[in-house]
């Protein structure tokens, strides 16, 4: 028996019967739609399969190569409908997400290609203005004091340096040496962030201008700090913030757009959930396979 298993024409009798029985389940579906089984490969198609390739590759394709695309096409239009005809897409959780995001897509382009009145934009924008405004920015120098290297005595080291700068030692003589340089002019405070860290950023905006200051606490350890400028938040007109207010509009509506269409689309299924199934799943220890 072993021996007949491993025979090739038993397997290929085998994969035969599998292919017979799939395509006649598939045809007994087939026979329940309306659509033809045609495939049209229209002007539009042969547009859409040039304008792909010359943005693949930079120029345009030649006869055999727009012969090429069309046959592979023709292929994949092929496979994809025996595919759907057999139900492999009812428990492919990727496929699933990409026709979700497909029907998503439609809702973008009709709301991205309407542009709104002029009055509705003005209105978005008063009452969006901040989130426009030019940021506040700070002019500041420092003298940093690594606690890598001093430990506990940076600490001390900072605030001898301190009443010495006050009194009016240069600063170029005093402290380690810091990576980033030891002057930052009309910085914003997410760029400080970024590279110092909030409480920072936090502290820096509380320092007096003109002056030595600290120590301020960093991720990198102590800095002495003298703040030389800073400017507030200036807010500007539409005019000047159009492109980002006409995108965030956009991307609101289309938000908006989707939610809505989507309550309506869940208008049409009664949908049943199993509630104490959530509950003794969510209870249940994780498997082996995830802790590890």
């Known amino acids: 028996m072993k021996r ?10 085998a994969l035969g019967a599998l292919l017979f ?11 329940d739609t309306k659509s033809p089984a045609s495939i049209e490969v229209t002007s539009a198609v042969i547009e859409r399969l040039r304008a792909g390739y010359e943005r693949q590759f930079g120029q345009a394709p030649d ?13 994949e239009e092929v496979l994809c409908r025996e595919a759907l005809a057999l139900g492999l897409d009812r428990d492919d959780s990727i496929v699933r997400q990409r026709l979700a995001q ?31 405004a030019r940021p506040a ?15 506990a005595a940076a600490d001390a080291a900072a605030r001898t340096a ?9 600063d170029d003589s005093l402290g380690d040496a810091f990576l980033h340089g030891f002057e930052f002019a009309g910085r914003e405070p997410v760029e400080l962030a970024a590279l110092f860290g909030p409480e920072f950023v936090t502290r820096l905006t509380a320092l007096p201008a003109d002056r030595w200051s600290g120590p301020v606490v960093s991720s990198y350890g102590l800095h002495l700090v003298r703040v030389e400028m800073r400017t507030e938040p200036e807010q500007v007109s539409l ?17 908006t757009a989707n939610r809505e269409i989507f309550k309506r689309l869940k208008q049409r299924y009664q949908i049943t959930v199993d509630e104490a199934a959530i509950t003794m799943a969510a209870a249940a220890p994780a498997s082996k396979t995830a802790q590890r």
Request: no cysteine.
């Open 21 to 31: 029985g799939l395509n006649a389940w598939r045809d007994d579906r087939r026979a």
């Open 239 to 255: 005019s000047q913030a159009r492109p980002a207010v006409l995108r965030d509009f956009q991307e609101e509506q289309r938000r």
């Open 137 to 151: 920015r700070v002019s500041f120098r420092h003298v940093y004091f690594s606690t890598d290297k001093r430990g």
């Open 4 to 13: 007949i298993t491993r025979e090739p024409l038993v397997h290929f009798l």
């Open 102 to 132: 497909k029907m998503e897509f439609i809702t973008d382009d009709l709301v991205g290609a309407a542009e709104p009145a002029e009055a509705v934009l003005h209105s978005y924008f008063a009452t969006n203005a901040a989130r426009y």
């Open 63 to 75: 006869s055999a190569a727009l012969r090429g695309l069309v046959t592979a096409h023709i292929r």
């Open 162 to 170: 301190l009443t010495g700068l006050n009194s009016g030692a240069n």
